[in-house]
């Protein structure tokens, strides 16, 4: 306890020392975030038989399919240990230096050329019972050269980690012992995780890369315990992120000095009443026939569930489920926007919100699309009726629908082939230029369409 109290004092100090002209006052009674113990990597980093006794024969938990090699990264898991505070969701301290063990994933480049300087370091998503990389957008992420890294912060996951191979997680735990079971400890934890990646030498999580800037990122459940972090916690504790993305889920109210940017699919948005404007702090973004959990998502966690669970889940929806419009297009570019707010201080551009009839629903237009927000070619150039809503068991509301139009409803928009890859490419160049869209996914669009027979 005294070490760790003269820990934060140093740390503390130079905190108040290099950000002085950034932070508030107030700064100077922030409890500084420690250094956890990082493990040497652990070994297992390809699938193989997870029932097998030994460390070496199993792997991580929903470790990626994605062919890494190829694009140049690698991915390794380590485990974090220390002590960790413990708050709870108002922001009130309610223990502290509780003993602690978790894990982490790193994706990151191999070579330190082809890193583009930014860590971004998603709270891994629990909803479904298990450790979730609901942002690991390998083509986009690897492209542009990020390190990923996702952190087992909460209770839930971690106890379904021990369950799934004693041997490579037995000894984690989150809880303190049992003692602390509502994820009290998981903002400590996930600030620690981040400071990790400043560690150093053999087994450093990100190798040799330097890294410049560290964003936090969540989806959904995770974006809800960031935003607690935030708005309740952050104001008494050393600063470790440079911005914030939250993804289809709650952000905060609170500003502070560092961006907040949030990204909403269309199921996300059910009311016209925005709880925060637009501001040098903030920006929000609204993704019109975008799921809170679309296609994309569902048809790369297929085979990683059968791997790893032995089924993927199948849903009865009031709809055929998942809509095809690509939201992670905009949390792609908004990554690239968070960077340069931090780095450069130039903010984002601002988006149209959704927009809502006099009675409260959703306004579309005659194909049923919904009408307002950023507005990708899928949308605008449709070739279904891709939504944000719908009903049904388990999680089908989470899906948004897709229901492909006959070829009657497709011969009446598009005459030819070439006219219907033309709208396509004028509404993505469009989305380019507003920045809503990055060119590489445009490019993906077209090669889309070409490949559709849509026309003719």
């Not at 978790?102 to 300087?117: E, H, L, Q, S, W």
């Not at 219907?420 to 809503?436: I, T």
Request: proline fraction near 8%.
């Amino acid at each position: 306890m005294k070490h760790r109290r003269l820990c934060r004092a140093a740390v503390a100090a130079a905190v108040i020392v290099t950000l002085v002209p950034a932070v508030p006052a107030v700064a100077a009674e922030r409890s500084p975030v420690p250094v956890p113990v990082v493990s040497a990597p652990i070994p297992g980093t390809v699938p193989g038989d997870r029932l097998a006794p030994a460390v070496e024969d199993t792997y991580p938990f929903f470790s990626t399919p994605d062919d890494l090699a190829a694009k140049g990264y690698v991915e390794q898991e380590f485990h974090l240990s220390g002590v960790a505070d413990g708050w709870d969701t108002s922001g009130n301290q309610v223990a502290t230096d509780v003993p602690y063990r978790t894990r982490i994933v790193v994706r990151r480049p191999a070579a330190d050329r082809a890193f583009n300087g930014t860590a971004l370091v998603e709270w891994q998503n629990v909803t479904a019972g298990y450790d979730l990389d609901a942002l690991w957008n390998g083509a986009a992420m690897m492209r542009a050269g990020y390190a990923w890294i996702g952190v087992s912060a909460q209770r839930v996951g971690v106890d379904q980690l021990r369950g799934w191979s004693p041997a490579r997680y037995g000894a984690l735990d989150v809880t303190g012992g049992g003692r602390y079971v509502a994820d009290e400890l998981s903002y400590d934890i996930f600030a620690q995780a981040a400071k990790a990646l400043g560690v150093r030498g053999n087994g450093a999580p990100l190798g040799r890369l330097d890294v410049r800037t560290v964003l936090a990122i969540g989806a959904s459940q995770s974006a809800a315990r960031m935003t607690v972090y935030y708005q309740s916690i952050l104001p008494k504790v050393e600063p470790v992120f440079d911005g914030y993305a939250f993804i289809v889920g709650n952000a905060p109210t609170r500003v502070g000095p560092e961006p907040v940017f949030q990204v909403l699919s269309e199921t996300d948005v059910r009311t016209p009443v925005r709880p925060s404007p637009d501001t040098d702090r903030f920006r929000r973004w609204e993704v019109a026939g975008g799921a809170h959990s679309g296609w994309r998502g569902q048809q790369y966690r297929a085979p990683i569930s059968v791997r790893d669970l032995g089924a993927a889940p199948v849903y009865d929806c009031a709809q055929p489920p998942f809509s095809r419009v690509p939201v992670d297009h905009a949390t792609a570019a908004a990554y690239d926007h968070l960077v340069r707010w931090v780095r450069s201080g130039v903010a984002p551009p601002t988006a149209p919100p959704l927009l809502f009839n006099a009675d409260g629903t959703k306004a579309r237009d005659e194909l049923g699309l919904a009408l307002g927000g950023i507005r990708y070619s899928q949308v605008t150039v449709p070739t279904a009726r891709n939504t944000g809503d719908n009903a049904g068991q388990s999680f089908c509301f989470l899906f948004g629908s897709h229901q492909p139009f006959d070829e009657a409803t497709l011969d009446g928009l598009y005459r030819t082939r070439g006219g219907y890859v033309a709208k396509v490419v004028h509404a993505d160049l469009g989305n380019v230029r507003s920045g809503y869209l990055l060119p590489a996914d445009a490019l993906g669009n077209l090669r889309d369409a070409l490949a559709s027979g849509v026309g003719g």
